[in-house]
């Protein structure tokens, strides 16, 4: 079963950046949908952001051009680029992988906190 690490987290201020990185395990990486979630406390986990195996993209609708979903099928890695984030924005950030509408493998998430 592909093996996803996720890796990038950390603490910033309000307004501030962070990527974090997928990295998967498996050869075949190009061949899957790629996904970021996030779970706050207390809430439900929520999709952020989707990538196909062509880039397509789909980004749900609290992002507002903040966030940026890619990836590089050479390093079998996906990327959230994360720009003006905002303390709402605490959570685990979790990837996974797709493969004919199934979720496969989920990584074990990496803590994004936004506070002063």
């Known amino acids: 079963q592909v093996r996803l690490v996720e890796s990038g987290g950390g603490l910033v201020q309000p307004g501030g950046s962070l990527r974090p990185s997928c990295a998967a395990s498996?050869?075949?990486?190009?061949?899957?949908?790629m996904g970021w979630y996030r779970q706050a406390p207390g809430k439900q986990r929520e999709l952020v952001a989707r990538?196909?195996?062509?880039?397509?993209?789909k980004y749900e609708n609290f992002v507002k051009g903040r966030f940026t979903i890619s990836r590089d099928n050479d390093k079998n890695t996906v990327y959230l680029q994360m720009n003006s984030l905002k303390p709402e924005d605490t959570a685990v950030y979790y990837c996974?992988?797709?493969?004919?509408?199934?979720?496969?493998?989920w990584g074990q998430g990496t803590q994004v906190t936004v506070s002063s």
């Open positions: 498996e050869s075949f990486f190009s061949i899957y949908v």
């Open positions: 990538i196909t195996s062509g880039s397509s993209i």
């Open positions: 996974n992988a797709i493969r004919e509408n199934i979720v496969v493998s």
